[in-house]
């Protein structure tokens, strides 16, 4: 059952660099796909290709995968062969001022309804003004005036006639008219008045009084007359209106011929110019009163409830056009060639052409549904259809918003907001106050708008998981799952495609090309971070990372490319930068603080190996285990000491338990087990997880129960089932380096190394020092199988394989152990039945002294 150690050219698996035939990425041609992702591909093909209710899409991976990136290429393609949607404005309910109308228009023509109405406006501003004071319209109006003034001045021409002949004169004052009677021409003084006989004095009193009567009456029609001149005046200008406002207005219906909701609307527009024409008459709204009119209706429409009015108090406001969203191609080219979250937020959302695609980097509640915002105006808040600002929906529609879904689920509200919008199929503008009843302030009630967009959701699997463990709605809203690979098979095909993504991000980037050791350093990276000599990772953002700081290295040496020389120095920078607690860990183990042993030989007691994980920085760390054994009463107990002080995680207190299974199941099967044992990490005070030295827990237990000591020179890494087979475990190449460093600080003596499980072979992807130091005989990596392997390997005798009368081999390991629990079987028998017979024995019972 000899094990012979990993030979050392399997201990790191080298990138053939003679494979490639560029001399540095700067040949290569950009890699524009997603390696290794066909499953992705054919999801994000699915999801885009469906158009129907809730087959939106979640991607999930590990982050610093470049989902973003990967995603945002993918649909630049898609987008770029569909239909630019609809443009989206709002505009002003003439009927009902807090209910703003939305109107659809192709796409880019949003903005020539905007520039038409502005125009129209400035036309109407100079047109009217000159129209009305033309001759012909100061004809017209002159002589309706000359009418009125006639017909005034006639009726009170009778009047006055007819009291000059009983000698009254009509009087004009400040305070109206007034009758005063006259003697040779001249009006008479109240004193000379006076001075006239009774007789007189009362025939003129009636006179008087008859006039006055006759004049009240007159002066009752006189308002009749100025409404009927105002009419007359109104009806002008109507026509005069009709005419230049129907004329100004011919070219921009022309534009929106056949959009009945359009012309509608441009229907309403016609007869509130028309209705309201005097607004133009000076061309800048009125004068300082009519200013403060408009202002004063504006706030008495506002504590009517009816909207608040035209924020600024502008009466030209009402006529201008909302773009809420503008699809026009200008408002949408950006030039990239390659698609990033910030070439998106650069361009302001959108990339070119086709259908827009939208990254909501801060997705609130108000930035995915839209606001509405308010302007303080005489100490109260004012808003008009204007300030409706769109949100990412309003601007995505027709298109793909993707967003970040821990983001989105951090912001409160926006989650069950964005579902209410995708089960509706529509854009209900809403705020997180009203929502909450938290504000009382008037505002609009804009058009709903019809939604069509695919959301793509971005996140990790734990994230992906708990959605749909936990909200009912996400399964029925998310039914597309695009589930990036984390590691790609390495090979051929795929070392040239990872040569071509590097040449892409030196690029993107601006960093200097790679040469052909450099890529395959870089290949070699990637495969120790898959933490697997066969995969390569996907996760590039600890790539990309290392190649910009080899790149500052690289122009630092002054070179023209990169190479293997810097690529290496940049890992050594990043590990000297994260070094301290690993320095510190072995600093602690040297100086015997931390007891670990790495030389001679000792009972019931192994090097067990862990990784700790600080940040950005993994290192191992050996462990010393210890097992005690004695008689037990009756069954085989293993006391995991982690657990029974809650320090021990689940997967760590199964891995204990399994040990008892596998010791009940390989010694003594036809008799009881009476072992109690306990085990535990020495010198650990913080918690401890996983099952990755069982395998070390259980030699521990061997070597305490068949009392043969195990070699400290070996440390041991891998968990067992209770059939005894060692199975794969993480972090190998972190574990090995961690007992090297250790031996190499002590001493090599060619009889140190670490028993792995033979699984994990084809993971080694270890440091040139470790390798260099197999090579030389002076360090051994050793592939075990099964337990009985590890056995032999660090007690130096055979494990024992039961013959065909029962027994183990005379001497093995496991004879011996078997032997120690038979006669802890015995011994508890014996036991036993001493207790049983105590007082017929002659025993004491009961603490009193027998006879």
Known sequence: MAVDPVPSDLLYRACDVSQFEFETTAELDDHTGLVGQERVLDALRFGTGIRRQGYN????????AGKHEAVLRFLSGVAMRERAPSDWVYVNNFTTPHKPVALELGAGTGRQLKDGMARLVDDLKVTIPSILESEEYQNRRQSIDEEYQEKQEQTFEELRAKAEAEDIALLRTPAGF??????????????????????????????????????????????????????????????????????????????????????????????????????????????????????????????????????????????????????????????????????????GGYIGGGAPILYEDHPTMANLLGRVEHMPQMGALVTDFMLIKPGALHRA????????????????????????????????????????????????????????????????????YLLSNNDPDF???????????????????????????????????????????????????????????????????????????????????????????????????????????????????????VMIDTEGERVGQVNGLSVLSMGSI??????????????????????????????????????????SGYISGQFLPEIPLSMSASVVFEQSYGGVDGDSASSAELYALISALAEAPIAQGLAVTGSVNQLGEVQAIGGVNDKIEGFFDICMRRGLTGEQGVLIPAANEKHLMLRQDVVDAVERGMFAIYPVEHVEEGVELLMGAPAGIRGSDGHFPAGSIYARAEERLAAFADNQRRFAQRSDDGPAAGRPANGTKGS
């Open 397 to 464: 529609n027709g298109g793909y918003l993707l967003i970040d879904a821990l983001k989105l689920l951090r912001e409160p509200l926006a989650w069950d907001a964005l579902k209410r919008a995708i089960r509706r199929r529509k854009l209900v503008i809403e705020s997180a106050g009203e929502y909450m009843s938290l504000v009382s302030t008037v505002t609009l009630e804009p058009d709903p708008i019809p939604l069509d967009v695919k959301i793509i959701l971005l996140g990790d699997r734990y994230l992906y």
């Open 178 to 347: 007034a009758l005063a009677p006259v003697h040779d021409g001249n009006v008479l003084k109240p004193e000379e008045f006076n001075q006239l006989p009774e007789e007189d004095r009362k025939r003129i009193e009636a006179t008087i009084q008859s006039l006055q009567k006759e004049l009240a009456e007159t002066l009752e029609h006189v308002p009749a007359w100025q409404k009927e001149h105002h009419q007359r005046v109104r009806e002008l200008n109507r026509e005069v209106a009709e005419r230049t406002v129907e004329r100004a207005m011919r070219e921009l219906r022309a534009l929106f011929e056949g959009l009945t909701h359009v012309e509608k609307w441009l229907g309403e527009v016609t007869a509130d110019l028309i209705e309201n024409i005097g607004t133009f008459a000076s061309g800048s709204g009125g004068d300082e009163g009519s200013e403060q009119q408009r202002v004063m209706a504006a706030m008495q429409a506002l504590m009517q409830g009816r909207g608040g009015g035209f924020a600024a108090a502008d009466p030209f406001r009402r006529y201008e056009v909302n773009v809420a969203v503008d699809n026009s191609q200008e408002a949408r080219k950006t030039g990239a060639t390659t698609w990033r979250a910030q070439d998106i937020a650069d361009a």
């Open 475 to 593: 399964g029925e809203l998310f039914k597309v799952a695009a589930d990036f690979e984390d590691e790609i098979d390495r090979e051929s095909e795929n070392d040239l495609l990872y040569a071509r993504l590097i040449a892409s991000t030196c690029r993107d980037e601006n960093l200097l090309p790679f040469d052909r050791s450099g890529v395959g350093r870089l290949i070699e990276r990637s495969s120790r971070q898959a933490e697997d000599a066969e995969k390569l990772s996907t996760v590039m953002r600890p790539i990309v990372d290392l190649m910009c700081e080899a790149d500052h290295i690289a122009r630092s040496r002054g070179a023209v490319t990169i190479s293997a020389e810097h690529v290496d120095e940049a890992v050594e920078a990043q590990i000297a930068r994260a070094d301290r607690l690993r320095e510190r860990s072995l600093e602690m183990i040297t100086r015997d603080i």
């Open 618 to 659: 993994s290192f191992g760390r050996p462990s010393r285990i210890t097992a005690r054994v004695r008689m037990g009463l009756g069954s085989a107990r293993v006391i995991d000491i982690e657990r029974e002080v809650a320090l021990g995680g689940p997967i760590h207190t199964k891995g204990v338990l399994i040990l």
């Open 57 to 64: 899409i979640f991607v999930l991976g590990p982050d610093g």
